[in-house]
């Protein structure tokens, strides 16, 4: 992951991005605290059927053992903090390809503009394949037959946010 501010790229270190995931975690964990008991048990059937069919769909690609291990809570444990975990999860990965873009005003010394950057895996920042990390010039033919790519995120996509 890297932040931009004004044109200057700053890298983030792999321990600074484990930092904010955990971060983040402990705030979803303090967000997840203040729903009612009642609306978390509701979603706990939901919560299931999403992890059942990830567990579903890692079985066919890396087999049940892995998909047990990832998808399943532990025993008694919460079905919706694991799925949340999982998404932690995804976060890290998407650290890899992700530049926060900060541009501040100089007469007022606040952010002027924060946009969100996605780029690609390859040197040359190709794009990103929506379905997964296969880019869209990789042939991937040998590996899944009958795939096709399907839609790309643009190597440039910006992602502007409202002040």
Known sequence: ???????????ITPEKQEELILQLWHMWLEQYQDIPPGYRILAKPFTRQVLLDMEKKITKEQGKEKA???CRPPKGGDPNLHLLWILAGFSREAMKYATICIETEDTTSTVGTLTFRLKGESESGGPLAISGDIGEREDDSSQS?????????SNEQTLHFRQ
């Open 1 to 11: 992951m890297n932040i931009e501010i004004n044109g200057q790229i700053y890298g």
């Open 68 to 70: 047990i291990a990832v």
């Open 145 to 153: 037959p009958g795939h096709t790519v399907g839609p790309v995120v």
